[in-house]
């Protein structure tokens, strides 16, 4: 009994993690593609002809 | 007469079991595999060699300080080995797809509740739970990670569920397609997806950091794994670090496979694996497999529900961490109804994505179970 109630707590804080830390993950990724390709248009910008006028 | 008595004695037919013989025909029908399949050739042919090899009798190999005991203890009691086989998997993964389209990270977790299905079917079968969680990470098709968490907690069943995992990943384009078949409609099989956005550099260089800091930071006791993995997918990303790509993806990565290949075919002795326990774990590791190409699947179904521009079905199933050979056979099967549908590089998303699932999965067996 004892190892079957250690066995769901194990099971639904594994579950609970490979969720969440996928979820983590996936919120990072689109944070940093923001980030990244605001970055980008900003040099874009600033080597563009247009700028130096 | 007594000196040609002690040279019978010594060699190894006197001590020649039925067992071993069984253990021999167990090798070369790995070698089969490999060679006439052409199942996973890489790794079926040394594990089956050396499954071969280590049951002739009386021979200086798996004994403390001999051969392949040496590269079993330094390589897999160590955890050396699965460590340096995810730096060349890394160094080979492209993570361009999965940062495209970061959903697919979802279809990587679902996978891994096949994982917690074997786990209770293990419990149910008498195993005890550290072994149970050893025999249920199969279920995420990952070899070094199977590996490496087996050998932390449960290492006296580290043979049987290296081979198991190794062989299902093998048998991935056989296993897979009846099932993503049968959870799916020939509609569902034609969707197509649209192209995905491109990835720019600065994104990949700057993903192994995030990926490391954020999984460690989660799940610090599989550092090891994805440090290395995570080093090896930015040496690929890196310019100027070109010799280092080279030797991670290919020099190193060989030697390390050999070397894998023979530790773990050298667990299957027959004294050791001729009873029940290993027939159970093989076919508790095909149930995980199974489970978890079925979970992924039926997420994707789950998520079409609310989205508006559809996921094709077949690539839940890439959610398994049998980097590319699951994304392949969703392509495969795609491809049979719809010769113009292109699901390869959608696939490798959830493919990937399926590797550090994997990994999370095991890192939080090890917290909760060492």
Redesign the interface.
């Given at each position: 009994m004892h190892?079957?109630a250690?066995?769901f707590?194990?099971?639904a804080?594994?579950?609970s993690?490979?969720?969440?830390?996928?979820?983590?993950?996936?919120?990072?990724?689109?944070i940093?593609?923001f980030f990244?390709?605001l970055?980008?248009r900003k040099q874009k910008e600033e080597s563009s002809p247009d700028s130096a006028m | 007469m007594e000196l040609v008595q002690t040279v019978i004695a010594n060699t190894g037919f006197v001590h020649l079991t039925i067992g071993h013989v069984i253990m021999w025909f167990v090798g070369i029908f790995f070698m089969y595999l490999a060679i006439k399949k052409d199942f996973e050739p890489l790794l079926l042919v040394p594990i089956g060699f050396s499954i071969f090899l280590v049951n002739m009798p009386i021979t200086p190999l798996t004994g403390k300080g001999e051969l392949i005991y040496i590269f079993y203890h330094y390589g897999l009691e160590w955890e050396v080995i699965p460590c340096i086989i995810f730096l060349g998997i890394g160094a080979l993964t492209d993570f361009g797809p999965m940062i495209a389209n970061p959903k697919m990270l979802m279809l990587g977790a679902s996978a891994q509740l096949g994982v917690y299905v074997a786990f209770f079917g293990a419990i149910l079968l008498g195993f005890d739970i550290k072994e149970a969680a050893s025999i249920g990470i199969i279920g995420g098709a990952d070899g070094p990670t199977t590996i490496y968490l087996t050998q932390s907690l449960a290492p006296q069943i580290l043979g049987a569920t290296a081979v198991a995992a190794y062989s299902y990943m093998a048998m991935v384009p056989l296993i897979q397609p009846p099932i993503m078949r049968l959870l799916t409609t020939e509609k569902e099989r034609k969707i197509r997806m649209a192209h995905f956005r491109p990835v720019s550099k600065t994104e990949r260089l700057v993903f192994p950091l995030l990926a490391t800091a954020l999984i460690c930071l989660l799940v610090p006791a599989i550092a090891p794994l994805i440090g290395l993995f995570m080093i090896g997918n930015l040496f690929r990303e890196v310019k100027g670090v070109g010799r280092l790509l080279k030797t991670a993806q290919e020099e190193l990565l060989n030697i390390v496979t050999i070397f894998l290949g023979l530790s773990v075919g050298s667990t299957m002795q027959a004294e050791n694996f001729l009873n029940p326990q290993p027939i159970f774990i093989f076919f508790l590791g095909l149930i995980a497999f199974a489970a978890s190409t079925v979970t992924g699947i039926l997420l994707v179904k789950v998520m079409n529900l609310f989205l508006k521009e559809k996921i094709n079905p077949l690539i839940g199933s890439a959610g398994i961490s049998a980097v590319p050979m699951a994304a392949r056979v969703s392509q495969k099967v795609a491809h049979e109804y719809d010769p113009k549908n292109y699901l390869l590089m959608h696939a490798m998303g959830p493919n990937v994505a399926g590797l550090i699932g994997t990994a999370i999965a095991a890192g939080m067996f090890m917290s909760m179970l060492k």
């Open positions: 190892t079957w250690m066995a707590k194990v099971a804080v594994g579950v993690a490979v969720f969440v830390g996928l979820l983590m993950l996936a919120g990072g990724v689109k940093m593609s990244c390709r970055a980008t | -």
